[in-house]
């Protein structure tokens, strides 16, 4: 079975027992590192992988082909992304400026547009995505205005001595009560959606079960980050809504994806389509 979600540690901690062959009864994995805004490319392919980690707000354009699991995915509160500049804490100061994402199809992008619509009149300029371990230093050293950052950048900015403009997360959950959707795990519909979710929650499982067996695989995809910060990550990120989504983790990602239609960013989601 064809696999690929990210390198980073909540994903790795996440699949770790199914990539190592721990679960009885579950395929084996040809498993694809990438960085979300390859994963959210590959999901639009025919020949896509048969398990995908992508953004929330890349799942309208593919639900006709993937159905949505209710684990292993990235929800949680205190864990947005961050927009960050060189010294600017004001809002007002990106209109027009250069802000640079780690996706077009992020969800951290999703809840960067909804916020900016609210916070910056007259909007931001020009959108130059890359690769979310390049943002902050692009920021630090003048080449892009301001970075929309997500993962362990939240515990690292401060030593590139940038400053905080914004937490989505924090507006996103004053503004809605609700839980910040950031990942999703989606599967092919013609496959056996039940006994994937049930691999995917025993992985999850035996990952808390059993946290010092993953730790080599984590760290050697960490992309040399420091381990207290690999294990802030995962405690950050891997939480109860990836056990299970909940009523709270499906109202979360209907929310997002119902406000963001409204706003013209992405086709239109029926909830029910969502379960």
């Not at 909804?114 to 910056?120: D, I």
């Not at 362990?152 to 507006?171: I, K």
């Not at 994937?196 to 992309?223: G, K, M």
């Not at 909940?246 to 997002?256: K, T």
């Amino acid at each position: 079975m064809k696999i690929a979600f990210s390198p980073c540690p909540n994903d790795t901690f996440v699949f770790h027992a199914w990539v190592h062959g721990l679960l009885p009864g579950a395929p084996k994995l040809d498993v694809t590192y990438a960085d979300i805004d390859i994963t959210n490319g590959l999901a639009v392919r025919p020949d896509g992988p048969d398990v995908l980690k992508i953004s929330y707000a890349a799942l309208p354009w593919v639900l006709s082909d993937y159905a949505l699991l209710p684990c292993g995915g990235a929800l949680g509160r205190g864990c947005g992304p961050l927009v960050l500049t060189k010294n600017s804490p004001d809002p007002s100061a990106l209109a027009g400026r250069r802000v640079a994402v780690p996706s077009e199809r992020s969800t951290a992008y999703l809840l960067f547009r909804l916020w900016a619509a609210q916070n910056v009149p007259g909007g931001v300029g020009e959108i130059v995505v890359m690769p979310f371990h390049e943002i902050m230093p692009a920021v630090r050293d003048g080449l892009i205005d301001a970075g929309l950052v997500i993962h362990e950048a939240r515990f690292t900015y401060p030593s590139y001595g940038l400053t905080l403009l914004s937490d989505l997360g924090s507006w996103w959950e004053s503004d809605t009560g609700l839980p910040i959707p950031l990942g999703a795990i989606i599967a092919r519909r013609t496959l056996d959606l039940k006994a994937i979710a049930e691999w995917t929650r025993a992985s999850v499982e035996y990952a808390w079960a059993y946290p010092e067996a993953s730790r080599d695989y984590v760290l050697s995809h960490a992309q040399e980050m420091d381990p207290k910060v690999a294990q802030a990550h995962i405690d950050l990120y891997v939480n109860k809504f990836t056990a299970d989504l909940g009523e709270d983790g499906y109202a979360a990602v209907a929310a997002l994806l119902t406000r963001a239609a409204e706003e013209g960013l992405v086709p239109k989601v029926d909830p029910e389509a969502l379960r």
